[in-house]
């Protein structure tokens, strides 16, 4: 996978990680979206309708582990895992003064610009880090967890994929991006909590087997109905961020990376003293 | 214990190499001062010694560095870290932790140590820089020169054997620099710790460096050997160093004692000279007064009863030890504050009843952290919002600070800049609208000798314009070089008030470098010495 020239990636995607990075995500989106896809009557269906949220509960937080571990072992330097962890302690404090009352929960508008300026690998890292950290001190763990991770992952991922643009359409590029992502990952949410958050005789409930169409609309009307009056507020409030304080974010972001020269080669050229035979190096690491 | 063998350098997309086929040797406790003009390069050889360049920055490394044995091509920077301790400009950029005894731990703490090793070295560290009473004290509450002892007591608790201080006293004020150097000198000579630094304060270390590199900048070669020999023909050199130049002294004296010693036969073409008589103190409209101002602080009093004048043509240094109240008057004088009691006057109004853009066109302060005034994301930003908010025509402070400082990059961020271009930077935004009174705190800070020289000739200028220059300063070589006048404070009082020339000889503390060596006579500097040579040369 080649990186586009005009940003350099902090967190290299390379061939090995690419590859695990999509198997993993598509995993993680079957973990989500698995209601939709069951049909028919079977017996199948039927049984494992209720264990079903707990294998992928189970198997996400594992998935992401070797993502994350394919992804250090290729070109995690100190610089990057400085701006990591730094990035993703200002992302977890974002989350400390929202509550979430209507909307208001600004955690993606850090993420947003630091996957676009960085690139998307270091975009999925510090999403996936990001919520890990605020779940931790906001002692939100729970089994929405590994679901939020995956969603903020993505988010970041996609922000480092966008179209090169400067100035202004930079700006309302980002905050555009902002409020659409921001809709996908609640509705995505949604989806994984549907199936239990319903409850099972509503007229928006989950019902095993009963074919897409009308799980689909089931679930548009679970999703409008309960979430959407959070949904949307939340997106306008994190476009509105990026609108007014996106800027000097980026502008902070690019400082930081040009300081660090990322992506800025060592070359050691040979040195050739004759006879005197090579220093001997450290033990591997 | 350094050895760089045939060393090349350069960054990723530079067109030259900063370090061109450089050979180096520092010898075991060797005191080794690095010395060269801003941006010559010195920063990246001191960076190459932990292996940060090229590791850290990237870039080509041709050659080897090797150091205790290691080479920076095998040995990233935190596999030197047991060997190489390195210190910085400014300490507190380098805090990690809240609290001194926190800090000092630190280091050993990622060096995974056994407790007990790290409870007795935390102990060592303290006695060593003299840290004990601030064991316990929050990192923010020290002052600089405290602070930067942190600093390299955090280091040193990691038991290096080379010691590399990149400029550790430019962020601070001369008094704390002194603190701070003479906390080096000691580590040298009790622990026999290698020390490589580099430094602008040549006058305080020269004495004690056992060799001098000097980087020329520009790529040109590295002249490295004992002090008094590459002095010799440095571009950047201490006013004694100049003295003894112009003497003709050698080997070069390095301290005002080796200078006494070979000073008679100088004195002797000097006799019949008579040093320039006192400036007279010039006669212009007063810009500024202070009648009976009392500033109180809770229980502190910062000034007591000061009655000053301040005329245009003048350059007034302001002297005194630290707290004694120098900070309080510039900012009394720039409305900062109004006084206790008595009464503050600028152009003949009160200095805190003007509109910020009244006051930005009759008083300029440049404060102590020149950083303060900066806001911009780029040099030329800076100078744009200048131009903009003083209304001045457009490139006007670009103009003055290309005056200050030539040539400084236009898109640099203003943090990204060393202190000394920080601090031109900061001149230039508030001389841009030529305010008739100029504040200046410690202006002299991080500037090596050529920025010092600028700036004397662009305070001259400017007091021969009919600007009142008002600094507060420890610089006496600023002072023997610009000021007309001098004003001693003590615990907020004036205790002296008069010619430069006058106050600066009765007191060896605020005595210049070529003062103690010519004293008793009044000469304060090389450039009035040598004028008087040349007269009676021509005369002879």
């Not at chain 1, 586009?4 to 598509?26: D, E, F, K, P």
């Not at chain 2, 960076?47 to 050659?63: I, K």
């Not at chain 2, 600093?151 to 201080?165: C, D, F, K, Y």
């Not at chain 2, 510039?330 to 009464?343: D, I, K």
Request: hydrophobic share 50%; net charge negative.
């Amino acid at each position: 996978m080649v990186e586009r020239g005009s940003s350099r990636a902090v967190v290299r995607l390379r061939s090995r990680s690419s590859v695990l990075l999509l198997v993993t995500s598509i995993v993680g989106l079957v973990g989500f979206s698995w209601p939709l896809f069951l049909h028919g009557s079977s017996s199948v269906a039927q049984a494992h309708s209720a264990d079903a949220p707990w294998i992928f509960i189970a198997v996400l937080p594992l998935l992401l582990a070797v993502v994350l571990s394919a992804l250090a072992e290729g070109s995690l330097d100190a610089k990057a895992i400085a701006l990591l962890g730094i990035l993703a302690a200002c992302g977890a404090a974002l989350r400390i003064p929202s509550p979430g009352v209507a909307g208001f929960e600004p955690v993606f508008f850090l993420l947003i610009p630091a996957g676009r300026v960085m690139g998307r690998g270091f975009g999925f890292v510090l999403g996936v880090l990001t919520l890990a950290v605020s779940a931790l001190i906001t002692g939100g763990m729970g089994p929405w967890l590994p679901f939020q991770m995956f969603g903020a992952g993505w988010l970041g991922f996609g922000a480092g994929c966008l179209p090169p643009t400067k100035g202004r359409a930079e700006v309302w590029l980002l905050a555009g991006y902002a409020a659409v992502a921001c809709l996908l990952y609640g509705t995505l949410l949604n989806l994984y909590f549907w199936p239990f958050g319903a409850g099972t005789d509503t007229s928006f409930s989950f019902v095993p087997g009963a074919g897409m169409l009308h799980n689909l609309h089931s679930f548009v009307l679970f999703d409008l109905t309960t979430s959407l009056g959070f949904d949307i507020p939340r997106a306008l409030t994190n476009a509105a961020l990026v609108l007014l304080l996106g800027r000097p974010v980026l502008a902070a972001l690019r400082r930081a990376s040009r300081r660090a020269a990322f992506g800025a080669p060592v070359v050691l050229e040979p040195v050739g003293i004759p006879g005197a035979p090579p220093p001997a190096g450290p033990d591997a690491g | 214990m350094i050895r760089f063998e045939d060393v090349t350098f350069s960054y990723d997309g530079a067109d030259r190499p900063t370090l061109d086929h450089v050979d180096l040797v520092v010898g075991e406790g060797e005191l080794c001062v690095v010395v060269g003009p801003t941006g010559s390069g010195k920063t990246t050889l001191l960076r190459a010694v932990n292996g940060l360049v090229p590791h850290f920055t990237g870039g080509r490394l041709s050659g080897e560095v090797l150091v205790d044995g290691r080479s920076t091509r095998e040995f990233p920077p935190r596999e030197l870290a047991d060997v190489v301790g390195m210190v910085g400009q400014n300490p507190a950029a380098s805090f990690v932790t809240d609290v001194v005894e926190d800090e000092l731990a630190y280091t050993m703490e990622n060096l995974g140590l056994d407790p007990a090793v790290m409870r007795r070295r935390v102990e060592d560290a303290l006695d060593l820089l003299g840290l004990h009473d601030l064991r316990y004290r929050p990192l923010g509450t020290l002052s600089g020169g405290q602070q930067q002892r942190v600093a390299i007591g955090a280091v040193l608790t990691a038991s290096p054997r080379v010691l590399v201080l990149d400029e550790p006293t430019s962020a601070l004020d001369p008094a704390a620099a002194e603190e701070v150097l003479a906390s080096l000198t000691r580590l040298v000579h009790d622990l026999g710790l290698t020390v490589l630094l580099a430094e602008h304060r040549l006058e305080r270390v020269l004495p004690f460096a056992d060799s001098v590199v000097l980087v020329p900048g520009g790529g040109g070669r590295l002249n490295v050997g004992p002090a008094a020999e590459v002095m010799v023909d440095a571009p950047v050199a201490p006013p004694l160093v100049e003295l003894g130049r112009l003497a003709g002294w050698d080997p070069l004296p390095l301290s005002v004692r080796d200078a006494r010693r070979l000073v008679s036969p100088l004195r002797d073409r000097l006799v019949g000279a008579v040093p320039p008589r006192t400036v007279p103190v010039p006669d212009g409209p007063a810009v500024a007064r202070l009648d009976r101002v009392t500033v109180r602080f809770g229980d502190v009093t910062a000034l007591d009863g000061c009655d000053l004048e301040f005329r245009a043509g003048e350059v007034v240094a302001v002297m005194g030890r630290n707290g004694s109240g120098k900070s309080t008057l510039l900012g009394q004088l720039a409305g900062v504050r109004g006084p206790t009691s008595g009464r503050v006057q600028v152009a003949g109004q009160d200095p805190t009843g003007l509109s910020p853009r009244d006051l930005v066109a009759r008083v300029g302060l440049v404060p102590q952290d020149a950083g303060l005034l900066l806001y911009g994301d780029s040099v030329a930003a800076e100078c744009r919002g200048a131009d903009h908010d003083t209304g001045l025509d457009a490139g006007t402070t670009a103009a003055v600070l290309e005056r200050i400082l030539p040539g400084l990059p236009a898109d640099r961020h203003p943090r990204d800049l060393s202190e000394g271009q920080r601090l031109a930077l900061a001149l230039a935004v508030v001389l841009a609208p030529a305010p008739p009174l100029l504040l200046l705190d410690e202006p002299t800070r991080g500037l090596d000798y050529p920025a010092k020289a600028r700036l004397v000739t662009l305070l001259g200028d400017l007091a021969a314009a009919g600007h009142a220059v008002v600094m507060a300063t420890h610089d006496v070589e600023l002072v023997a070089r610009v000021a007309t006048r001098g004003v001693v404070l003590a615990e907020g009082e004036v205790v002296a008030d008069g010619p430069a020339r006058d106050v600066v000889c009765q007191s060896p503390v605020f005595a210049p470098q070529v003062a103690k060596v010519l004293a008793p006579d009044p000469w304060l500097t090389v450039d009035e010495v040598r004028t008087a040579l040349e007269v009676g040369a021509v005369r002879g």
